[in-house]
């Protein structure tokens, strides 16, 4: 009776006089835990790998199949241009050799089909000379894509450093470089690096003909376009610079060299990259202007813009020889964009 009392008192249900007298019996707990022998058959087989930035990245882009092609079609120009003057000795091609008995001396019009086309000429020959165009095109891509990665690496270089710096020390280093920014940006880039490569077509620092041309090329149009990039680096540092990262290495006595270069430029590669494959094609339209203008790369020396510049007197009766060179550019500048909008998107998501 007092230990039906005490039962209602704790809120529980009054055990009878026959309850006390059952036997109770449980089923045995089974217990799911693996055994070390079953986790050591396992190991191995399944498992969870974790995947690097780089590799996250590559998952992305790989899904973007217009990125893809523009990346295969980036690769194919660039071994072409690599392989281009081994190619011309290979099979004894030369840009500049004349073909007179090609132009018909009534019309000075290539011989038989458009442009002069045929199966020793598939992409014709020019009105004036008879020289191949298949191998003038391939002699003109090395110098474009020269002239275009060595500006954009001199470009970056000086840009990636002078933002991350202005980006990091703030204060008066970033006003002095930001007004700095700001007068090159306000160069009328065109004029300056068409006045700068008249005056110095003749020589200079003892460089004369294609090299001249073309450190002259890479020098104007890398060493004013930094700024752009410069302005970009600036913006990702003065947010990385408040980081967790950042501050652990000052807590560690880390100095300002060793944050820049070991803490912000490796997290700055993604934003470069992309930029640099966008510039890249900014840079051969600026090239083929310049040649097409008459102070870039100068003939004999082939390059796409020259060609288009010799075709606008025939383009009227034989407009192959203005498609062909322009087409090529229009191909690699495409290819390059859609590289880099890849890019983008696959290191940066939250941009799309």
Known sequence: MQANQAAHRGGQKPVTAGERGQVTVTAPIETTEAQPEAVLEGAGKGQIEGRSLGQIAWSRFK????????????????VVAILARPIQALFGLDPNAFHQDLIDANTSLPNGGWGGMSLSHPLGVDPKFGRDIATRILEGSWV????AFGSTILSNVIGA????????YGGRVDSVISRLMDTFLAFPLLLFAIAISATLQGGAFGLNGLPLHLSVLIFVIGFFNWPYLGRIVRGQTLALREREFVDASRGMGAKGPYILFRELMPN??????????????????FEASLSFLGVGIQPPQASWGGMLREAVTYYQVDPEYMIVPGLAIFVTVLAFNL?????RDALDPRSR
């Open 144 to 147: 474009s894509l020269v002239v």
């Open 63 to 78: 899904r973007d199949r217009v990125a893809v092609a523009g990346g295969i079609v980036v690769v194919l120009l660039i």
């Open 339 to 343: 590289l880099g909008d890849g890019l």
């Open 268 to 285: 700055l590669v993604g934003p470069i990259i992309v930029y640099s494959t966008l510039l890249i094609p900014t840079n051969i339209l």
């Open 161 to 168: 450093i002078m933002g991350v710096v202005a980006g990091y």
